[in-house]
């Protein structure tokens, strides 16, 4: 009786959430659209996108916004200006001596997506209106329902988790090159608190991950980013959460895999997916890191291939290597029932199909490259275990789509152009309404990006090297990364929820110590740490307190950019104006407390002895 009114109540909750947050939602964007709080520059700048995709122009602000519908587009068409429009790019900036796009190709596809649609249903369709937004408004809904799903997993698998012992150590033999995939055994040690007698029952896993979830879906600064701005640096938290969650579970693999599709969207989920590469080193599971870079490699490989591999040669090479994949493949399951000789049927051909490009002359740079390749798939089915086959097929295809980029002709300019030209399109310390490290070296001391720090001279060599303030801030931030990485090895040992907060803490240094800053980036630490806080048993309440403040800090500092376009409320403008930088002091005491707790082991509680029944 008790769990069926436990799963009405859950079903009421989840149900009247979904619709008051749809509502909140569409009220949010009427009243920026009546008040003109919205951002129309990226707004526009998406809509010119999509048609400069769409309409295959190649001047800025001309034909491609004014020409009336798309005319003769279709599906081959679109996808091959789609496919081209860096290229289109690059030459233009040959004449400009910049780049002017700087979306990535998932999101490139998705703006483009969305206006060839609009200029489908209304030909008629010159100019963008607030009634276009809805497609665009959806997929944000969609993408942020999603990391609902994700936030309540993660949730309710550490609350459960947190029950069960610390795991057991291991010799460092079986730790290095744990081949048979073996899984880390567990202490049979239950003499402490956290006794079977005294565990928390199951459903209050079940509570707090949907409160969790539900704190995400009605966070202000997601709703705002993602339905008033309207920005779409949502995207990035539902990825990174489902793979700590897929990386908690020791899916490396599939964490690798989610953090290369929204790598695909949105470039900034590089500059921490390096946690999930230093944190399995630090517990001295190198396999686990390889399953991780892996994953990536293959899914990121993939998407944005049909802008890499642009001629046919490039797409008979890659069908070579799946094809000699599968023969590899095919060998590591029948090597235990034929003669070893017949292996040489199977690899022979492999080799043959890897290796024809550098033979044939059609290439002459990074021939190693095919040579290594062609090494490991000839070599590997026969150290590879039958279990293990669907991780030397990964790992083939994956290295194939690297010597692709190395050795053939591939085009680039879509790394150029979107991954790269962000790193030097705003060349300041900080921005004005960041709340950061940079905002108080800039405000208050004067530095400047490319202001020198230190020089670092090599003993008994003339080398030395010049560190500027941006490298300065970056070799920051990459410590404290680093400091994450050890604290989430430690805590992931002792079975504790810290580690969600040491997956969480780089989002938040990455915005506190790193330089060009915009003031949107607090969102992603800030929606984690409201979410995911409550995972920690002791103190969990105040780092959800935390992570909302955060998170209304973030409403602020946004809002301080979207009323520049709006004269009718500069009082308030200046007002927020005239706080910084005071925030950026409780954006790093913040930083510094999750990265304490990332570290910090947690105080031992005396073991309870049950009472049971006399």
Wanted: glycine share 8%; aromatic share 16%.
């Amino acid at each position: 009786m008790r769990g069926a009114i436990l799963t009405v109540l859950a079903i009421a909750f989840i149900g009247g959430s979904l619709w008051l947050g749809l509502k909140v939602r569409s009220w949010t964007w009427n009243f920026s659209v009546q008040q003109r709080l919205y951002f129309w520059p990226d707004i526009l700048n998406a809509w010119y996108w999509g048609s400069y995709t769409v309409n295959d122009a190649h001047s800025r602000w001309g034909a491609a916004i004014h020409e009336r519908g798309a005319p003769g587009v279709t599906w081959s068409v679109f996808w091959h200006r789609l496919r081209s429009v860096y290229r289109r790019d690059e030459m233009d900036a040959g004449l400009r001596d910049n780049y002017v796009l700087d979306y990535v190709p998932g999101k490139m596809a998705i703006v483009a997506l969305w206006n060839w649609h609009e200029r489908t249903v209304d030909p008629t369709a010159r100019h963008w209106r607030p009634w276009r937004m809805q497609p665009l408004l959806w997929v944000n809904t969609i993408i942020e329902f999603f990391g609902c799903v994700a936030i309540f997993l993660l949730v309710r698998h550490w609350i459960n988790r947190r029950r069960e012992p610390p795991l057991v150590r291991r010799c460092w033999t079986r730790r290095l090159w744990p081949w048979r995939g073996d899984r880390a055994e567990r202490s049979l040690v239950v003499s402490d608190a956290r006794s079977c007698v005294h565990h928390q029952p199951l459903t209050r896993a079940w509570i707090l991950g949907l409160i969790a979830a539900a704190i995400f879906w009605f966070n202000p600064a997601a709703i705002q980013s993602a339905h008033n701005w309207v920005q779409y640096d949502i995207w990035i938290v539902p990825f990174y959460i489902m793979a700590v969650y897929l990386a908690s579970r020791d899916w490396l693999f599939a964490a690798g895999v989610v953090i290369g599709a929204g790598g695909w969207l949105k470039g900034q989920q590089f500059f921490v997916a390096a946690i999930f590469v230093f944190w399995p080193i630090f517990e001295w599971r190198l396999l686990k890191a390889v399953e991780f870079l892996a994953g990536l490699t293959l899914t990121f490989g993939l998407l944005v291939s049909p802008w890499m591999l642009q001629t046919r040669i490039d797409w008979i090479f890659l069908g070579g290597v799946l094809a000699a994949t599968i023969l590899a493949g095919a060998w590591i399951f029948y090597k235990t029932k034929l003669p070893a000789f017949y292996g040489v049927l199977f690899m022979l051909p492999a080799l043959v199909l890897v290796l024809w490009p550098w033979m044939s002359g059609r290439t002459a740079t990074c021939w190693w490259a095919n040579a290594l390749l062609a090494v490991w798939l000839c070599g590997g089915p026969w150290l590879v275990a039958r279990r293990r086959a669907w991780f030397y097929a990964a790992v083939s295809v994956a290295a194939g789509l690297a010597v692709a980029a190395l050795t053939l002709p591939a085009e680039f300019g879509w790394l150029r152009v979107s991954y790269g030209y962000g790193t030097h399109h705003y060349m300041i310390l900080s921005f004005p309404d960041t709340c950061g490290l940079g905002n108080i070296l800039e405000r208050s001391f004067g530095w400047r990006l490319l202001d020198p720090v230190f020089t670092l001279h090599v003993p008994w060599t003339a080398w030395h090297w010049t560190v500027n303030m941006r490298y300065f801030l970056f070799g920051l931030y990459v410590i404290t990364l680093v400091m994450a990485a050890l604290g989430a090895a430690i805590q992931r040992r002792r079975n504790d929820p810290r580690f969600v907060i040491a997956m969480i803490t780089p989002w938040l240094t990455f915005f506190a110590l790193g330089p060009q800053m915009h003031e949107r980036y607090l969102l992603w630490g800030a929606t984690m740490l409201a979410s995911a806080g409550m995972v920690v048993d002791v103190g969990g309440v105040g780092l959800t307190l935390l992570g909302i403040l955060l998170s209304l800090l973030t409403v602020m500092m946004v809002l301080a950019v979207e009323l520049t376009e709006n004269h009718r409320y500069m009082y308030w403008f200046w007002r927020i104006r005239h706080l910084e930088p005071g925030p950026a002091y409780a954006v790093l005491l913040a930083c510094a407390i999750c990265l304490y707790l990332s570290l910090a082991p947690r105080k031992k509680r005396a073991a309870l002895i049950p009472v049971g029944p006399y």
